[in-house]
Protein backbone atom coordinates (compact mmCIF):
# COMPACT_ATOMS: atom_id res chain seq x y z
CA UNK A 1 0.00 0.00 0.00
CA UNK A 2 1.04 3.75 -0.76
CA UNK A 3 2.24 5.32 2.23
CA UNK A 4 1.86 9.21 1.99
CA UNK A 5 4.00 11.71 3.19
CA UNK A 6 0.97 13.61 4.32
CA UNK A 7 -2.91 13.16 4.40
CA UNK A 8 -5.55 16.07 5.28
CA UNK A 9 -8.65 14.65 6.89
CA UNK A 10 -11.16 17.63 5.77
CA UNK A 11 -11.41 20.65 2.99
CA UNK A 12 -12.56 23.68 4.79
CA UNK A 13 -10.82 26.64 5.00
CA UNK A 14 -8.59 24.77 7.19
CA UNK A 15 -7.94 21.92 5.30
CA UNK A 16 -7.75 23.79 2.37
CA UNK A 17 -5.42 26.13 2.95
CA UNK A 18 -3.18 23.14 4.40
CA UNK A 19 -3.47 21.57 0.97
CA UNK A 20 -2.54 24.61 -0.76
CA UNK A 21 0.85 24.50 1.60
CA UNK A 22 1.65 21.22 1.18
CA UNK A 23 1.21 21.25 -2.70
CA UNK A 24 4.12 23.91 -2.37
CA UNK A 25 5.91 22.27 0.04
CA UNK A 26 5.76 19.30 -2.92
CA UNK A 27 4.96 16.97 -0.51
CA UNK A 28 3.61 14.03 -1.64
CA UNK A 29 -0.24 14.10 -0.29
CA UNK A 30 -3.58 13.58 -0.71
CA UNK A 31 -7.02 15.43 0.70
CA UNK A 32 -10.13 13.21 2.25
CA UNK A 33 -13.04 15.58 2.75
CA UNK A 34 -16.55 14.63 3.23
CA UNK A 35 -17.73 17.65 1.30
CA UNK A 36 -15.72 20.74 0.38
CA UNK A 37 -16.03 24.21 2.77
CA UNK A 38 -16.92 22.80 5.40
CA UNK A 39 -19.22 25.27 7.85
CA UNK A 40 -17.74 27.77 5.23
CA UNK A 41 -20.07 26.97 2.94
CA UNK A 42 -22.66 27.59 5.19
CA UNK A 43 -22.00 31.26 6.13
CA UNK A 44 -23.98 33.82 4.45
CA UNK A 45 -22.83 37.53 4.34
CA UNK A 46 -18.93 37.64 5.72
CA UNK A 47 -17.50 41.06 6.19
CA UNK A 48 -14.58 40.43 8.61
CA UNK A 49 -12.60 38.27 5.76
CA UNK A 50 -8.68 40.46 5.17
CA UNK A 51 -8.72 41.59 1.51
CA UNK A 52 -12.98 41.04 0.78
CA UNK A 53 -14.87 44.02 2.26
CA UNK A 54 -17.99 42.07 1.87
CA UNK A 55 -18.36 38.04 0.08
CA UNK A 56 -21.09 35.14 1.06
CA UNK A 57 -19.48 32.24 2.35
CA UNK A 58 -20.80 30.23 -0.93
CA UNK A 59 -18.18 32.78 -2.56
CA UNK A 60 -15.21 32.63 -0.69
CA UNK A 61 -15.11 28.99 -0.38
CA UNK A 62 -15.01 28.60 -4.16
CA UNK A 63 -12.18 31.06 -4.48
CA UNK A 64 -10.84 28.48 -2.05
CA UNK A 65 -11.55 25.48 -3.74
CA UNK A 66 -10.23 27.12 -7.12
CA UNK A 67 -6.92 27.73 -5.20
CA UNK A 68 -6.58 24.29 -4.33
CA UNK A 69 -7.28 22.81 -7.42
CA UNK A 70 -5.03 24.97 -9.62
CA UNK A 71 -2.31 22.72 -7.41
CA UNK A 72 -3.54 19.84 -8.92
CA UNK A 73 -4.51 18.62 -5.68
CA UNK A 74 -5.54 14.83 -5.09
CA UNK A 75 -8.93 14.85 -3.14
CA UNK A 76 -11.65 11.81 -2.39
CA UNK A 77 -14.69 13.74 -1.94
CA UNK A 78 -17.86 12.08 -0.49
CA UNK A 79 -15.44 10.40 1.96
CA UNK A 80 -15.52 9.26 5.43
CA UNK A 81 -12.85 9.07 7.83
CA UNK A 82 -14.33 6.29 10.13
CA UNK A 83 -11.16 5.11 12.43
CA UNK A 84 -7.40 6.93 12.43
CA UNK A 85 -4.48 4.90 14.42
CA UNK A 86 -0.69 5.07 14.40
CA UNK A 87 1.57 2.58 14.48
CA UNK A 88 5.29 2.74 15.32
CA UNK A 89 5.99 4.36 11.66
CA UNK A 90 2.99 4.33 10.13
CA UNK A 91 -0.74 6.22 10.71
CA UNK A 92 -3.27 4.13 9.32
CA UNK A 93 -7.10 5.32 7.92
CA UNK A 94 -10.22 3.76 7.33
CA UNK A 95 -12.46 5.35 5.81
CA UNK A 96 -15.98 4.13 4.31
CA UNK A 97 -14.47 3.67 0.75
CA UNK A 98 -10.92 3.00 1.56
CA UNK A 99 -7.49 2.44 3.94
CA UNK A 100 -4.85 4.48 3.35
CA UNK A 101 -1.49 4.87 5.13
CA UNK A 102 0.69 8.45 5.45
CA UNK A 103 3.73 9.35 7.75
CA UNK A 104 1.86 12.57 8.62
CA UNK A 105 -1.87 13.50 9.02
CA UNK A 106 -3.31 16.94 9.97
CA UNK A 107 -7.09 16.32 11.09
CA UNK A 108 -8.86 19.47 9.88
CA UNK A 109 -12.28 17.78 9.92
CA UNK A 110 -14.39 20.59 11.60
CA UNK A 111 -17.14 20.42 13.48
CA UNK A 112 -21.41 19.52 13.10
CA UNK A 113 -24.54 20.84 14.21
CA UNK A 114 -26.09 19.90 17.65
CA UNK A 115 -29.06 18.13 17.38
CA UNK A 116 -32.11 19.78 19.90
CA UNK A 117 -32.81 16.10 21.58
CA UNK A 118 -36.24 16.51 21.47
CA UNK A 119 -39.74 14.83 20.22
CA UNK A 120 -40.38 15.50 16.53
CA UNK A 121 -36.50 16.48 15.52
CA UNK A 122 -35.73 13.76 13.93
CA UNK A 123 -38.82 12.73 12.55
CA UNK A 124 -39.08 16.09 11.12
CA UNK A 125 -35.25 16.50 9.73
CA UNK A 126 -35.37 17.59 6.18
CA UNK A 127 -39.33 18.25 6.39
CA UNK A 128 -39.56 21.56 7.72
CA UNK A 129 -36.34 21.25 10.03
CA UNK A 130 -33.39 21.99 9.15
CA UNK A 131 -29.55 22.91 10.61
CA UNK A 132 -28.91 25.34 7.54
CA UNK A 133 -30.45 28.43 6.97
CA UNK A 134 -28.14 28.97 3.56
CA UNK A 135 -29.20 25.71 2.08
CA UNK A 136 -32.50 25.56 2.96
CA UNK A 137 -34.03 28.96 3.57
CA UNK A 138 -35.06 29.70 -0.14
CA UNK A 139 -37.55 26.62 0.22
CA UNK A 140 -39.01 28.61 3.62
CA UNK A 141 -40.36 31.94 1.13
CA UNK A 142 -43.15 33.90 2.70
CA UNK A 143 -43.88 31.48 5.48
CA UNK A 144 -43.46 31.86 9.40
CA UNK A 145 -40.33 30.25 10.92
CA UNK A 146 -38.50 29.45 13.63
CA UNK A 147 -34.66 29.83 14.20
CA UNK A 148 -33.34 28.21 17.83
CA UNK A 149 -29.93 29.58 18.66
CA UNK A 150 -28.92 32.72 20.13
CA UNK A 151 -25.50 33.13 19.14
CA UNK A 152 -23.37 34.08 16.00
CA UNK A 153 -24.76 31.03 13.84
CA UNK A 154 -27.82 31.62 14.99
CA UNK A 155 -27.85 35.37 14.18
CA UNK A 156 -26.85 34.93 10.79
CA UNK A 157 -29.10 32.28 10.21
CA UNK A 158 -32.14 35.28 11.19
CA UNK A 159 -30.21 37.48 8.76
CA UNK A 160 -30.05 35.14 5.81
CA UNK A 161 -33.99 34.74 6.49
CA UNK A 162 -35.58 38.21 7.20
CA UNK A 163 -35.61 38.69 3.43
CA UNK A 164 -37.30 35.20 2.60
CA UNK A 165 -39.98 34.16 5.51
CA UNK A 166 -42.33 36.33 6.36
CA UNK A 167 -41.64 35.99 10.22
CA UNK A 168 -38.85 34.91 11.93
CA UNK A 169 -39.43 33.61 15.65
CA UNK A 170 -35.18 33.62 17.48
CA UNK A 171 -35.68 30.84 20.73
CA UNK A 172 -32.82 31.28 23.03
CA UNK A 173 -32.67 29.94 25.87
CA UNK A 174 -30.49 32.29 27.65
CA UNK A 175 -31.63 35.55 29.28
CA UNK A 176 -29.99 37.71 26.18
CA UNK A 177 -28.90 36.95 22.60
CA UNK A 178 -24.79 36.84 22.44
CA UNK A 179 -22.62 37.12 19.37
CA UNK A 180 -21.57 39.81 17.04
CA UNK A 181 -22.68 43.15 18.51
CA UNK A 182 -23.69 44.26 14.22
CA UNK A 183 -25.51 41.08 13.76
CA UNK A 184 -27.33 41.68 17.11
CA UNK A 185 -28.77 44.98 16.39
CA UNK A 186 -30.00 43.95 12.84
CA UNK A 187 -31.36 41.63 14.20
CA UNK A 188 -33.30 42.99 16.45
CA UNK A 189 -33.94 45.94 14.54
CA UNK A 190 -35.59 44.07 11.87
CA UNK A 191 -39.70 44.19 12.04
CA UNK A 192 -40.61 40.72 11.05
CA UNK A 193 -38.21 39.11 13.54
CA UNK A 194 -39.83 38.13 17.24
CA UNK A 195 -37.06 36.99 20.07
CA UNK A 196 -38.06 34.55 22.53
CA UNK A 197 -35.26 34.81 25.39
CA UNK A 198 -35.26 32.66 28.18
CA UNK A 199 -37.05 29.78 25.92
CA UNK A 200 -36.22 26.47 25.06
CA UNK A 201 -37.81 24.35 22.74
CA UNK A 202 -40.00 20.76 23.70
CA UNK A 203 -41.02 19.51 20.69
CA UNK A 204 -41.48 19.73 17.23
CA UNK A 205 -45.07 19.16 15.75
CA UNK A 206 -46.32 18.35 12.59
CA UNK A 207 -48.00 15.48 10.20
CA UNK A 208 -46.10 15.24 6.80
CA UNK A 209 -44.09 18.10 7.51
CA UNK A 210 -43.61 20.67 10.40
CA UNK A 211 -46.12 22.63 11.41
CA UNK A 212 -45.09 24.18 14.76
CA UNK A 213 -43.02 23.89 17.73
CA UNK A 214 -43.83 23.63 21.55
CA UNK A 215 -41.74 26.28 23.45
CA UNK A 216 -41.24 26.54 27.51
CA UNK A 217 -41.45 30.30 27.97
CA UNK A 218 -40.20 31.26 31.85
CA UNK A 219 -42.28 29.09 33.30
CA UNK A 220 -45.14 28.64 30.69
CA UNK A 221 -45.31 26.37 27.67
CA UNK A 222 -47.11 27.24 24.37
CA UNK A 223 -47.22 26.46 20.26
CA UNK A 224 -45.72 28.41 18.39
CA UNK A 225 -47.51 27.98 14.57
CA UNK A 226 -44.61 27.53 12.04
CA UNK A 227 -43.61 25.61 9.18
CA UNK A 228 -40.02 25.91 9.24
CA UNK A 229 -37.57 25.01 12.04
CA UNK A 230 -33.89 26.43 11.84
CA UNK A 231 -31.71 24.17 14.71
CA UNK A 232 -28.26 27.06 15.13
CA UNK A 233 -27.49 25.99 18.79
CA UNK A 234 -23.59 25.23 18.29
CA UNK A 235 -21.49 22.65 17.05
CA UNK A 236 -19.65 19.54 17.49
CA UNK A 237 -16.36 18.42 16.92
CA UNK A 238 -15.67 15.55 14.21
CA UNK A 239 -13.12 13.82 16.10
CA UNK A 240 -14.89 10.80 17.39
CA UNK A 241 -12.90 8.96 14.80
CA UNK A 242 -9.47 9.90 16.26
CA UNK A 243 -7.93 7.16 18.77
CA UNK A 244 -5.65 7.92 21.25
CA UNK A 245 -5.53 12.03 20.64
CA UNK A 246 -5.85 13.72 23.94
CA UNK A 247 -8.63 15.94 23.70
CA UNK A 248 -10.79 18.25 26.09
CA UNK A 249 -14.35 18.38 27.94
CA UNK A 250 -15.99 19.14 24.68
CA UNK A 251 -14.13 16.22 22.42
CA UNK A 252 -12.03 19.11 20.77
CA UNK A 253 -8.28 17.96 19.95
CA UNK A 254 -5.80 19.42 22.15
CA UNK A 255 -2.76 20.95 20.55
CA UNK A 256 0.21 23.39 21.09
CA UNK A 257 0.95 25.80 19.22
CA UNK A 258 2.76 24.18 16.47
CA UNK A 259 -0.62 22.21 16.19
CA UNK A 260 1.22 19.15 17.36
CA UNK A 261 -1.22 16.45 18.66
CA UNK A 262 0.20 14.13 21.85
CA UNK A 263 0.77 11.70 18.83
CA UNK A 264 3.93 12.27 17.11
CA UNK A 265 2.97 13.06 13.10
CA UNK A 266 -0.42 13.58 14.33
CA UNK A 267 -1.46 17.80 13.74
CA UNK A 268 -5.00 19.44 14.06
CA UNK A 269 -5.81 22.36 12.42
CA UNK A 270 -9.13 24.67 13.08
CA UNK A 271 -13.01 24.25 14.70
CA UNK A 272 -11.93 20.46 15.64
CA UNK A 273 -9.49 21.77 17.39
CA UNK A 274 -9.36 23.55 21.20
CA UNK A 275 -8.29 26.50 19.81
CA UNK A 276 -10.76 29.17 21.55
CA UNK A 277 -12.17 31.29 18.61
CA UNK A 278 -13.84 29.80 15.69
CA UNK A 279 -13.18 31.99 12.73
CA UNK A 280 -12.72 31.47 8.82
CA UNK A 281 -9.71 33.50 8.87
CA UNK A 282 -8.11 31.62 11.92
CA UNK A 283 -8.68 28.12 10.90
CA UNK A 284 -6.81 29.16 7.71
CA UNK A 285 -4.29 30.41 9.45
CA UNK A 286 -4.40 27.33 11.61
CA UNK A 287 -4.42 24.89 8.48
CA UNK A 288 -0.94 26.49 7.14
CA UNK A 289 1.15 26.27 10.51
CA UNK A 290 0.09 22.78 10.88
CA UNK A 291 1.38 22.05 7.05
CA UNK A 292 4.51 23.81 8.23
CA UNK A 293 4.81 21.72 11.39
CA UNK A 294 4.38 18.30 9.59
CA UNK A 295 6.91 19.63 6.95
CA UNK A 296 9.28 20.35 9.79
CA UNK A 297 8.32 16.85 11.35
CA UNK A 298 8.55 14.94 7.80
CA UNK A 299 12.77 16.42 7.89
CA UNK A 300 13.52 15.11 11.21
CA UNK A 301 12.18 11.65 10.76
CA UNK A 302 13.07 10.91 7.22
Request: charge should be neutral; hydrophobic fraction near 40%; charged fraction near 25%.
Amino acid sequence: MHIYDLIIIGAGPAGITASVYAARKQLDFLVISLDVGGQAAWSGDIENYTGYQFITGQELVQKFEEHMRGYGTMLKENEEVLELTKDVQVIRLKTNKADYQARSVIIASGKKSKELGVVGEREFKNRGLTYCAICDGPLFAGKDVAVIGGGNSALDAALQLIKIAKHIYMVNNALSLSGDVIMRRKVEETANVTILNNSSVSAVLGDKFVKGIKIKHGLQEKELAVQGVFVEIGLIPNSVFVRGVEKNQKNEIKINLRNETNLPGIFAAGDVTDVPEKQIIIAAGEGSKAVLSAAHYLLKNN
